[in-house]
């Protein structure tokens, strides 16, 4: 593979919908959406082009010290 064609096949790997990641599984179900790998994937279609701004969204709806800034003392 070239230059351009590693480049490309990283920008489709990177818009990819992480389905089976459990953070955005648990995300999911809390709000209420399908939290099945598969039917994550199917709904995510209608994310696109943003589907990693949602990825971000989802991972910062669960009540985890990780997702605190500035950190609690």
């Known amino acids: 593979?070239?230059?351009t064609s590693d480049r490309h096949a990283s920008a489709r790997r990177s818009r990819r919908l992480p389905e089976a990641d459990l953070g955005v599984r648990h995300a999911a179900e809390l709000l209420g959406l399908p939290s099945s790998p598969a039917a994550l994937v199917e709904r995510a279609h209608i994310w696109r082009p943003w589907r990693a701004y949602a990825?971000?969204?989802l991972w910062s709806v669960?009540?985890?010290?990780?997702?605190?800034?500035?950190p609690r003392s």
């Open 55 to 57: 990825v971000q969204y």
């Open 1 to 3: 593979m070239d230059e």
């Open 62 to 70: 669960d009540d985890h010290r990780i997702n605190d800034w500035p």
